[in-house]
Structures are given as C-alpha cells and as structure tokens.
C-alpha cells in the first residue's frame, strides 16, 4: 500500500515519519501529474505547493470538529489539488474534473475542508480577516491560515485585506506562496520587489555583513560607534529589508524561506502557529517542481489540455478545429495593422485570451496588467482618453470584477474602450467558478453601451471593426468553443448571401434562414445550434426560421416587429443566463411596442448552477444542445397551434 493510500483524513499524516512525508510529496506529484495528463487542469501551480500543503495540514487541524477547526482559505483555488488529495479525495483523482466526480477548484458542497468555492484572485485574505473577526467574536480558540499564490497578491482587493489585517489583535497567517510567477509571467512592482526579495541577502546577511564593517572603523570613532552602529543597522532594515512593505501595513514578517524543505517547513509553521499577531510567512516555490517539462514550461503547463508522455516529451493534446480565442488572436492582429490606435490589454491571461500571438507581432501596443481587472479598465480609460482605441480581453467572469470602472471610468465618461469577452457561457471542466453567465446583465444597463455578440470567424471581425468604428463603450461574447467550420454567409441560401455579408451597423440583426413556422432568434455561438436545429427539423418538415442578432443592445426592433406576429412560434436562444439577458431584453422591447409574446419562449441558463463537465455535457443537462433546441421548437410550435385552435371571444 502506498503512503498516500493510508491517508484518508489530514490526521493520518501526523502518524507518518519524516521520510515517509517525503515519500508522500513524491506520490502526490506522480497523482496530479497523471490526472492532469488525462483530463487537463492546473498543472503546474499544483506541483509548486505539495510540500507546503502537507506541512500545513500536518501543523493545523483543518478538520471539522465542534470546538471550531482552524481555516485554511484558498486565493484563486488552483493550487488546491494536494488539499483534495490528504483531504479524502484521492480516491476520485483519476476522474479530476469529470462530471460527478472531483472539482478542479475548493468546493465547499465536495468537502467541509473546503471552505469557500473560489476561482478569483485576490479574495483570501478578505474571507480569513472576516473569519478571524467572526471566531474571535464567538470566542474561539483557532488558527485562520490563507494560502496566496500566483502573484494574486497584486490584486487590489488582496491589499485592501491586507490593510484590515494589520488591525486585527489576534492570530491570523497569510502564506505568500512565491514562486515567481503569475499565471503568465509577474507583472508590476510588487511583483518585481518580490523578485527582487528573491534574489537578494535577507535582513539577517546585511546585518551580518554590517557589523564586520563596522568592526573595521578606526578607534578614533570612539563613543560614536553604537550611533552609528544604530543609524546602519536602521538604514539597511529600510534599504533591503523584505518585509518592510508589508510590516508597514502592520503585519509581522517571516521569510523568505524555502517551501520545499519539508522539515524546515513544518518546523517554521509550528514555531509561528501561537503568535497573538497577524502574520506574513513569504515561502519560495517553484511552479511545476518535481517535473522538468512543467518547470521549463509553467505557462504553457499553467493549465493544460491533456497531454501524453512520450519518454521525455510530452506532446498537449490538440482538439480539431479553430478556437474562438484563435480566431480573436487573428481578428485582433488584422485591426492591428488597419489601424495605429489599436492597443490590446489583458489582465494575465495572455494565452488565455490568445494575445501572447498579438504582443509577437505588436509588442509596443500589447499590456498585461497582471491579475487585476480593475485597473486594467481605468487604464484603458486613461489610453482612451488620450486618443488610443484599447481593445481589452478579459474572461466573461472576470468582466464582473471591473464592473464600477467599467461604469465609472469607461461609460460614465464615454471613454470607447471595447470589453472582449473569452468563455462567455459554459465554460466546461473549471465548472461554476468560471461560467460566464452574466455579463450581458450586468453591463446591459449602462447607458449607451454596445454589446454584441458574434456567430462565426468573419462576424467576430466585423464586430471589431465596429467597435473600433463606433465613439462609445463596447463589449462582445464568445464561448470556449471552436468557431464554426465555415461562415454562415458560405452556406445559406443565395438570396440571402448578400445581406448577411455586409458590415455591421449598430442594432441590426442578420437573416440566415426564413421560417414559416417558427424562427430561432440566436445570440452569438450558439446561432451555430439553431442552424443545425432547423436543418433537422426541415427534414420532418417544418419550416424553421434563424435569426442572428448580433445585438443585444441597442436591439433590432425592426427584426422583432416582423417575427413576433400572432401565432408563429418564436424562441430566443442565448448561452447566457435567463435573467436580464437576450431574452429578457427582447421580452422588454415587445412590451413597450405592443408586439405579442404568448408564443414568446426564451432558452438559455437557468438560475442554478451548473457544475463541471464538458461543455457539450452542460449544454445538453440544460436543454442548449441541438437535441433539446429541437424538442423546445415542437414545443412551441404545437403551444401556438393549440393557441390558434382556440375560438377568441368577441
């Protein structure tokens, strides 16, 4: 039986030798890689933190128990695959983030040690200050520890936390997990000091090196020396003392020290676990330690698809097709050499958003702020402002995290930034945390903003275009998907070929299929469903229409009054959530227009969340898929029939 096979709760571990804790960092590493290598997930990150993720379960009880357990919080929750591994769940790894089985992020209904579901940055140390304030309030006698890593201490809410922390008169541990990198590489101050801390004698080497200095002085300095002494000592604490930015805020500073000298860890945290103080341990990992490939390669190996090993080599598993993000990556590097204003920003994820391809061609014009989307949206207000056209590519639930600047900064002062929005929808095996399902009903009501969606590969470009054509704020949508094989103007009938290629003008749909009993009005990706749904059904004979809006706001009121006409079935198909969506803003538009919504259905998200699985698995559980497309247009169809077989009275 291996170690990690005789650890099914935390408490296991404190039975285990020292070598026998080293065995076990060894097959963890060996789980991880070989779950990640079969279904994809958080590679590199996971392998940094095995030593530090025993060592804190071996030194605090995290477990639940009625006297209060002690916390532990994750930042972002990627780095939590060795806490599921001691935490009961080793069992399940090999079906990592399929559906039913293990989640690939802290989720509190999988196990009590998770606390908190969480797949954003910056949110741990406000959640441990909160529940260091509650335990201290109902007299418990706990240890609160939050895990921070990939340079989300950057974030702005991280020092927000921070700053409170500093206030608190009782125990609390934020781990600075460094390991030199973002998700990409680090960017912005704090993270170059924190290299810098990396690389340079800690506090106690100065001192060192300062006193055989001052042991050199002449003796005339006499009654001087311990001024001097005193002044030198002060002056080195503020020069290159590592802590001093965060002792600053009113944190005790320990580090940095090495977090993969299990010992050494383990002994640290149990020497630090009493202090009546809140504290900053700074430990040093290496994100992808144990595996060369992902050591080399941490960005590339950040999140990978699955992938197979070939002696040395390990080749990614590359899926048939183009992504959207491809495409965007293309469309955005074209706009690029049409016009010198375009700037392209994202907020570490440039491989995430595909720009990494952008920054090759346009360096100059290529900014990653790190992972922090609020200031990414004041700054491309600032460029705007000063006659840049920034075009900012951030993920669908991301977006939410920049809502007042996005208001404030960008729409308040009709600054025409454009919002590009990847893994809009379902996102697949991150599940809940990363679904992209609100960001039409947040920024829909922000006056005077545009917000599209495109259908296919040249629809995306003409939405760029327009972006950049237009002098007022914009965002567009578009899944984890692939773009479809060929575009739509390719491929519908000849009388409409014409229409459907031309460029966009704010607030008009395109036409790809006229229907006679029912018509598919689509938003975005999911156009590529209707299609293939309407073929389907004209093969049984019935004759379904397909819109593509293009819009959501303003909205092709033209369109509507033409397709909601007494008894034609029609249906909104969206991949967005129900609420305040593309539905409900055609819902609204017939409202105030008179036009008949009985044979109104609307498809899209239902208010409950959806977890991991394949994007196909999620879209088929909520009736998204072509199938359920098809059984929601009988559906109609054979409601508004029944409508019409109704004597009206008089």
């Known amino acids: 039986m291996s170690v990690l096979e005789r650890v099914k709760t935390p408490a296991d571990l404190r039975k285990l030798s020292m070598d026998e804790l080293g065995t076990l960092a060894g097959e963890m590493r060996s789980r991880i890689f070989q779950a990640v290598s079969k279904n994809g997930g958080h590679l590199a990150s996971n392998l940094g933190v095995v030593e530090l993720t025993i060592a804190l379960h071996y030194v605090y009880d995290f477990g639940p128990h009625p006297k209060g357990p002690d916390r532990l919080l994750y930042d972002v929750g990627h780095q939590c695959y060795p806490h599921k591994l001691l935490t009961g769940r080793a069992g399940m790894f090999d079906t990592l983030r399929k559906k039913g089985s293990v989640g690939g992020f802290p989720m509190p209904d999988e196990s009590p040690y998770d606390l908190f579901a969480v797949g954003h940055a910056g949110t741990a140390v406000s959640t441990a200050v909160g529940m260091a304030r509650g335990d201290a309030l109902q007299k418990r006698n706990n240890h609160v520890v939050a895990l921070v890593g990939d340079s989300s201490i950057v974030n702005g809410m991280s020092f927000e936390g921070l700053n409170n922390a500093g206030t608190l008169g009782r125990q609390l541990l934020v781990v600075l997990n460094d390991n030199g990198m ?47 002494w005193h002044h030198l000592k002060e002056g080195l604490k503020h020069v290159v003392w590592p802590g001093q930015i965060f002792e600053s805020l009113g944190l005790k500073y320990m580090g940095p020290i090495d977090g993969h000298d299990l010992p050494g860890l383990i002994q640290m945290l149990a020497e630090i676990k009493h202090v009546k103080a809140p504290m900053i341990l700074h430990v040093k990992t290496v994100k992808g330690n144990g595996y060369e490939v992902a050591c080399n390669e941490p960005t590339k190996f950040h999140s990978p698809a699955a992938f197979d090993v070939q002696g040395c080599r390990v080749e990614l598993k590359k899926g048939t097709g183009k992504s959207w993000t491809t495409a965007y990556a293309d469309a955005m590097i074209e706009l690029a050499k049409t016009d010198k204003r375009v700037i392209a920003l994202t907020a570490a994820m440039p491989d995430g958003t595909g720009l990494s391809k952008f920054e090759t061609v346009f360096p100059d014009r290529y900014f990653d702020t790190g992972i922090c989307e609020s200031h990414l949206t004041g700054m491309a207000a600032g460029m705007a402002k000063t006659g840049l056209r920034p075009f900012a590519a951030v993920y669908s639930t991301f977006t939410q995290r920049a809502f007042d600047q996005i208001w404030q900064e960008v729409v308040l002062n009709g600054q025409p930034v454009c919002f590009c929005m990847d893994r809009a929808g379902f996102v697949g095996d991150d599940g809940a945390v990363h679904h992209g399902f609100c960001d039409q009903s947040v920024l829909r009501p922000l006056p005077g903003i545009v917000l599209m969606a495109p259908s296919d590969e040249a629809e995306l470009n003409r ?6 054509a237009i002098d007022t704020a914009s965002a567009l949508r578009y899944p984890r998907d692939n773009v479809p094989a060929c575009n739509f103007e390719d491929a519908i009938d000849a009388s409409l070929r014409g229409a459907a290629k031309q460029e966009w003008v704010a607030g008009k749909s395109r036409t790809l299929r006229e229907g006679a009993d029912a018509t598919i009005v689509s938003y975005g990706a999911m156009t590529q469903h209707a299609m293939v749904a309407a073929e389907q059904l004209a093969a049984e004979g019935m004759s379904v229409g397909v819109v593509d809006a293009r819009f959501c706001k303003p909205i092709d009121g033209e369109m509507l009054s033409r397709v909601m006409r007494p008894g034609h079935a029609v249906l909104t198909l969206e991949d967005h959530s129900l609420q305040n969506g593309f539905g409900t803003a055609v819902l609204e538009y017939a409202g105030t227009h008179d036009l008949p919504i009985a044979d109104l259905t609307r ?48």
């Not at 004698?201 to 001024?227: F, Q």
């Not at 939405?463 to 950049?468: D, G």
């Not at 999620?618 to 059984?631: F, K, M, R, S, T």
């Open 182 to 228: 973002s998700i990409s590489q680090p960017q912005g101050a704090l993270s170059m000091y924190l290299e810098r801390v990396r690389v340079s004698a800690t506090y106690d080497e100065a001192k060192h090196i300062a006193a055989k200095l001052v042991g050199k002085l002449p003796s005339s300095v006499g009654s001087t020396i311990e001024s001097v």
């Open 463 to 468: 939405s760029l275009r327009l972006a950049l």
């Open 603 to 650: 498809l899209g998200m239902p208010d409950r969340l959806i977890g991991h699985a394949t994007r196909p698995q999620q879209l088929a559980e909520v009736g998204l898929d072509v199938p359920g497309i098809i059984a929601s247009v009988r559906d109609a169809v054979r409601k508004s029939a029944a409508r019409r077989e109704v004597p009206q009275e008089v």
